[in-house]
């Protein structure tokens, strides 16, 4: 059974850095597209970045310059590196497939950012 989970999340002031990680149990990277989405309390979950298998990267108009995606498929492990974190960053933060695999939702990893 595949597993995602993510961790790197923490409480950082606006302007810092954070690296966040997803690391999966099974070999689904290698084939498949991975993205990062997000949820902030009362709003929907979005994706804020992802990446194809081949390496290519997109990213939502509001993180675009200061989030970086990346991916190691011989680690099974993506990554999310975010600079000049905002308040408006502050939420909890998942890794899936592109599409997203309903069954491999994590637990996910909280970014707060405070001003």
């Not at 905002?86 to 970014?111: L, M, R, S």
Request: aromatic share 10%.
């Amino acid at each position: 059974q595949v597993q995602l989970v993510e961790s790197g999340g923490g409480l950082v002031q606006a302007g810092g850095s954070l690296r966040l990680s997803c690391a999966a149990s099974g070999r689904i990277f290698s084939t498949n597209y991975m993205g990062w989405f997000r949820q902030a309390p009362g709003k929907q979950r979005n994706l804020v970045a992802h990446i194809t298998s081949g390496g290519s990267t997109n990213y939502a108009d509001s993180v675009k310059g200061r989030f970086t995606i990346s991916r190691d498929n011989t680690k099974n492990t993506v990554y999310l590196q975010m600079n000049n974190l905002k308040p408006e960053d502050t939420a909890v933060y998942y890794c899936n497939t592109i599409p997203a695999t309903f069954a491999y939702w994590g637990q996910g990893t909280q970014v707060t950012v405070s001003s």
